[in-house]
């Protein structure tokens, strides 16, 4: 494999400094005098990060290739900084066997534009009686570690319990969609307040999200097993994380970037781009969520990249279907609502998008520290570069893009998974070209 | 005038009043023997209705035959399920035949702010879902002006399932646009979320209470009861009919205790009633009740929506002209059946 110099990259948003990648490794991090057979990446000005890391992706494969394939999938992944991609288990078959994972295991890494890390599905068919293959998931090629039904709750309590115990074993962990069916039916599609009153759509109470979660923590209690809660978007959820946290109890949570940024009030239009589950939530709750990443009571962020082929979206909103894309604009979101206002740094990035998200879901060769022997997956990032998202420009296979439009300043450069450069937004102007220096004296890598 | 009405919101006072005066005309018209007039000759008017409707659908077919549209219904009951055909793909086939206006039934909120964005023709909300229903909120105010004038200050109280109900949605904004005050009363579970922020910022009261809203200070002019359906009851809404007619039906005692107070105090239900739920029989066929003046305003209304719509400054001057000769956007067609000597 061939070497690659990042030159002048501010590390975490820190100091500047060179990165020499050999074999997929950071051999060495300084000031750096290249020669030789190396490509050079020029990050003058840029953020390195660690390769960002999302638990929480729909790619659609098996089953809806109309919608996403791994391989589009995979080159959004690329195109937004991440390095490694949690693909749930909703798809056609469900990822609920041993071989269902090994097949988009494999199939992500002949794409090998990012790791595809298959999340297994909880019970069979995500029907919530009884539990998948858990421990041959585990067992697999795939070495599954996050199980979750997303899409549907694991709402059965007895389920729950079960399917908690008994990841116990493998250190695997239960990723909750946490929305009680009794408060929030298949109908409900639209935060229960005012603005659901108003339009007359079925509202998707924040208690339906909170009451699960409540229960959820008190069942890592009494198991003494891990919960990851999938995209929280009510401050009372926060409430109730924090307070699980403090007592010790084993839980982990994420939230989107389209419920820190985006409100209810959007869907005063009726636009199914802004249907999703769960739905965006009013500016209290959007405000709350920000400051529980701030402060660590949420982990991570995960971007719940749901596409939708054209058709599934054109309906009348309740009959739409939920979801929105997420994996391209992650990134510059997350820069625009919580770096430039200041409630994260750069390094704060690295934790919520890269280093918990990869502990969380068991990657120990992802989230590393940019140093001499880490795997070489990293994002560089321009702070200062705004973007105006354009849908058609998604590498996506679809276009249920919430974010068109919208101008973000921030966004990602280049990302490097496994020492190879898997997106380069330069990579016309920015040559990556043969250091023809290379004769320079005392250049000896 | 705007192109579509799909919100009652989307109407001004001075439009709400300019077509309860069309109105007026299409009223005069619809006693007289020959009840048709020319003014939208030549358009076509499609009533595309996903849901089952008996009297919005006949009235707006009446009112579109009546002022010479071709109107053709259509139903597609079932065809805005994600399986079937894109509710986009339905508007635009529709709309490619070139007609004039949609009026369109759905079960789905939202459906025909939807479809006003994808399609050329006009759109008229008949309906949509559990959102707005603003031809039932003008043909009440229609009727409340006949019977009580000027609504400025009107006490109208709305009572039922407000939740699932666009007729209270569009009545609240068409009512508060008129100068009416408003008091919409229901159980808590059939409260819309949010109401409270919304009443509040709307300016309409709130109650659970039907009795102290009856006898408190301020007089009822009018009291407008809802349809409860009754699988409500299945949902958890309420336990039992029993229970809720009881507090929220406009019993013989509650319509007794309200003439006692005034005596020209109207009665008004969209229809269909469910006699001894929500409304007992002796306040449906009391003189006080102005339930079938609803229906026959009905046709009147839709017309005078159809024509403001439809017949503005952009019709075609045969049509109009070669028998309006004064014919314009501030001059109604009923006047025209006028001149012409339609028999009464």
């Known amino acids: 494999m061939s070497r690659l110099l990042i030159r002048g990259a501010r590390l975490l948003g820190a100091e500047a400094a060179d990165l020499l990648v050999d074999d997929g490794v950071i051999r060495e991090v300084g000031s750096i005098r290249a020669g030789g057979d190396v490509e050079v990446l020029d990050a003058d000005g840029l953020v390195a990060l660690p390769g960002l890391v999302d638990l929480h992706v729909h790619l659609r494969e098996p089953g809806r290739e109309d919608a996403e394939t791994i391989a589009t999938g995979s080159a959004a992944a690329a195109?937004?900084?991440?390095?490694?991609?949690?693909?749930?288990?909703?798809?056609?078959?469900?990822?609920?066997?041993?071989?269902?994972?090994?097949?988009?295991?494999?199939?992500?890494?002949?794409?090998?534009?990012?790791?595809?890390?298959?999340?297994?599905?909880?019970?069979?068919?995500?029907?919530?009686?009884?539990?998948?293959?858990?421990?041959?998931?585990?067992?697999?090629?795939?070495?599954?570690?996050?199980?979750?039904?997303?899409?549907?709750?694991?709402?059965?309590?007895?389920?729950?319990?079960?399917?908690?115990?008994?990841?116990?074993?493998?250190?695997?962990?239960?990723?909750?969609?946490?929305?009680?069916?009794?408060?929030?039916?298949?109908?409900?599609?639209?935060?229960?307040?005012?603005?659901?009153?108003?339009?007359?759509?079925?509202?998707?109470?924040?208690?339906?999200?909170?009451?699960?979660?409540?229960?959820?923590?008190?069942?890592?209690?009494?198991?003494?097993?891990?919960?990851?809660?999938?995209?929280?978007?009510?401050?009372?959820?926060?409430?109730?994380?924090?307070?699980?946290?403090?007592?010790?109890?084993?839980?982990?949570?994420?939230?989107?970037?389209?419920?820190?940024?985006?409100?209810?009030?959007?869907?005063?239009?009726?636009?199914?781009?802004?249907?999703?589950?769960?739905?965006?939530?009013?500016?209290?709750?959007?405000?709350?969520?920000?400051?529980?990443?701030?402060?660590?009571?949420?982990?991570?962020?995960?971007?719940?990249?749901?596409?939708?082929?054209?058709?599934?979206?054109?309906?009348?909103?309740?009959?739409?279907?939920?979801?929105?894309?997420?994996?391209?604009?992650?990134?510059?979101?997350?820069?625009?609502?919580?770096?430039?206002?200041?409630?994260?740094?750069?390094?704060?990035?690295?934790?919520?998008?890269?280093?918990?998200?990869?502990?969380?879901?068991?990657?120990?060769?992802?989230?590393?520290?940019?140093?001499?022997?880490?795997?070489?997956?990293?994002?560089?990032?321009?702070?200062?570069?705004?973007?105006?998202?354009?849908?058609?420009?998604?590498?996506?296979?679809?276009?249920?893009?919430?974010?068109?439009?919208?101008?973000?300043?921030?966004?990602?450069?280049?990302?490097?998974?496994?020492?190879?450069?898997?997106?380069?937004?330069?990579?016309?102007?920015?040559?990556?070209?043969?250091?023809?220096?290379?004769?320079?004296?005392?250049?000896?890598? | 005038m705007t192109k579509h009405l799909i919100s009652s919101a989307d109407l001004s006072r001075a439009e709400v009043e300019d077509i309860l005066e069309t109105a007026a005309s299409m009223h005069d018209l619809q006693r007289r023997e020959v009840k048709k007039v020319p003014t939208l000759r030549g358009r076509t008017i499609i009533n595309f209705f996903f849901e089952d409707s008996t009297r919005t659908r006949s009235s707006f077919e009446i009112a579109g035959k009546w002022m010479s549209a071709d109107t053709i219904n259509l139903s597609a009951k079932g065809s805005s399920t994600s399986k079937g055909e894109s509710l986009r793909d339905t508007a635009m086939t529709v709309d490619a035949m070139a007609v004039d206006a949609l009026v369109i039934r759905h079960n789905a909120s939202g459906a025909c702010h939807q479809v006003a964005q994808w399609v050329r023709c006009s759109v008229i909300n008949a309906g949509d879902g559990t959102h707005e229903h603003p031809t039932q909120a003008l043909l009440d105010a229609y009727t409340l002006r006949t019977r009580l004038g000027d609504l400025d200050g009107k006490h109208v109280v709305i009572v039922g399932d407000l939740t699932h109900s666009r007729v209270f949605r569009s009545n609240v904004i068409t009512l508060k646009t008129l100068g009416a005050r408003v008091t919409v009363v229901a159980p808590p579970t059939l409260m819309p979320s949010g109401i409270g922020a919304w009443s509040a910022a709307d300016g309409f009261a709130t109650s659970w209470d039907l009795d102290a809203v009856l006898d408190g200070d301020d007089t009822v002019d009018a009291v407008m009861m809802l349809r409860v359906q009754r699988e409500r009851m299945s949902g958890g809404y309420f336990p039992t009919a029993r229970e809720y007619t009881v507090g929220y039906g406009l019993t013989r005692d509650r319509l007794d205790r309200l003439v006692a107070r005034n005596d020209d105090v109207l009665v008004l239900h969209p229809g269909p009633m469910n006699r001894g739920l929500e409304i007992s029989p002796e306040a449906a066929d009391a003189p006080q009740s102005v339930v079938l003046d609803q229906v026959s305003a009905g046709v009147a209304v839709r017309m005078a929506v159809l024509y403001h719509l439809l017949a503005g400054d952009d019709t075609p001057a045969p049509a109009v002209a070669a028998t309006t000769p004064s014919s314009t956007h501030a001059s109604p067609p009923a006047t025209t059946a006028t001149t012409e000597g339609a028999a009464r």
């Open chain 1, 79 to 445: 195109a937004g900084g991440y390095t490694a991609v949690f693909a749930m288990a909703n798809t056609s078959p469900v990822t609920d066997t041993a071989e269902a994972a090994e097949r988009v295991l494999d199939l992500g890494r002949a794409c090998g534009l990012t790791q595809v890390v298959p999340v297994g599905a909880v019970t069979k068919g995500l029907e919530g009686a009884e539990l998948a293959e858990l421990g041959l998931m585990a067992r697999s090629r795939a070495a599954v570690r996050v199980f979750s039904d997303d899409g549907h709750c694991v709402h059965d309590a007895r389920v729950m319990r079960r399917a908690l115990e008994y990841v116990k074993t493998f250190g695997g962990v239960v990723s909750q969609h946490a929305q009680d069916p009794r408060l929030a039916g298949p109908d409900a599609c639209c935060h229960e307040g005012e603005v659901s009153g108003r339009l007359g759509l079925t509202g998707w109470p924040g208690i339906a999200e909170e009451s699960i979660v409540a229960r959820d923590v008190m069942l890592a209690r009494h198991t003494g097993s891990r919960v990851h809660v999938a995209h929280v978007s009510t401050a009372g959820t926060v409430e109730v994380i924090r307070w699980a946290k403090a007592q010790g109890i084993d839980v982990t949570a994420e939230v989107t970037p389209h419920h820190l940024a985006l409100t209810t009030d959007l869907l005063a239009g009726y636009d199914p781009v802004y249907k999703v589950n769960p739905p965006l939530r009013p500016t209290e709750d959007v405000e709350a969520l920000r400051a529980a990443l701030a402060d660590g009571t949420i982990d991570a962020v995960a971007t719940d990249h749901a596409p939708h082929a054209r058709q599934d979206k054109e309906h009348a909103f309740p009959d739409a279907a939920f979801g929105m894309l997420g994996l391209e604009t992650a990134l510059s979101v997350v820069s625009e609502v919580l770096v430039r206002p200041g409630l994260l740094d750069w390094a704060g990035v690295a934790r919520v998008m890269s280093s918990a998200p990869a502990r969380i879901g068991g990657l120990t060769a992802q989230g590393r520290p940019l140093s001499e022997a880490s795997p070489a997956h990293l994002t560089l990032v321009d702070p200062d570069r705004e973007v105006t998202v354009d849908a058609a420009e998604s590498r996506s296979r679809s276009r249920n893009n919430p974010w068109h439009g919208r101008t973000f300043r921030g966004a990602v450069e280049a990302t490097v998974y496994g020492g190879r450069v898997t997106y380069d937004r330069g990579a016309t102007s920015r040559t990556h070209r043969p250091l023809t220096t290379a004769s320079t004296p005392g250049a000896d890598l």
